[in-house]
């Protein structure tokens, strides 16, 4: 069975940058989708950043209001999805999820908790 374990989320101040870890316990294979979403109390689940996968082409994908400072990347030798965050905003406050997607089911992490403040 595969599991997602997250790191990375922490309290940082405005302007600060955190690195968001999401290791897969297993392998994992026909991955359609990966990548990370984020929830703030009282509002619904959002899409920040995704890589895609359709026929062997591939694509990253990332909500509007993140683009120039995140940048998803990974490592596939350590099974690996990172979500690096520069010039946080407090808007960024969520507990952010990793994903991934595969023909066959859907994988979710625990999440981690951003906190952006002063």
């Known amino acids: 069975q595969v599991q997602l374990v997250e790191s990375g989320g922490d309290l940082v101040q405005p302007g600060g940058s955190l690195r968001l870890s999401c290791t897969a316990s297993g392998r994992i294979f026909s991955i359609n989708r990966m990548g990370w979403y984020r929830q703030a109390p009282g509002k619904e689940r959002e899409l920040v950043a995704l890589?895609?996968?359709?026929?062997?082409?591939?694509?990253?994908q990332y909500v509007d209001s993140v683009k120039g400072r995140f940048t998803l990347s990974r490592d596939n030798g350590k099974n690996t999805v990172y979500l690096q965050m520069n010039s946080l905003k407090p808007e960024d406050t969520a507990v952010y999820y990793c994903?991934?997607?595969?023909?066959?089911?859907?994988?979710w992490g625990q999440g981690t908790q951003v906190t952006v403040s002063s």
């Open positions: 994903n991934i997607v595969t023909r066959f089911s859907a994988y």
């Open positions: 890589f895609t996968n359709s026929g062997g082409t591939y694509g990253i």
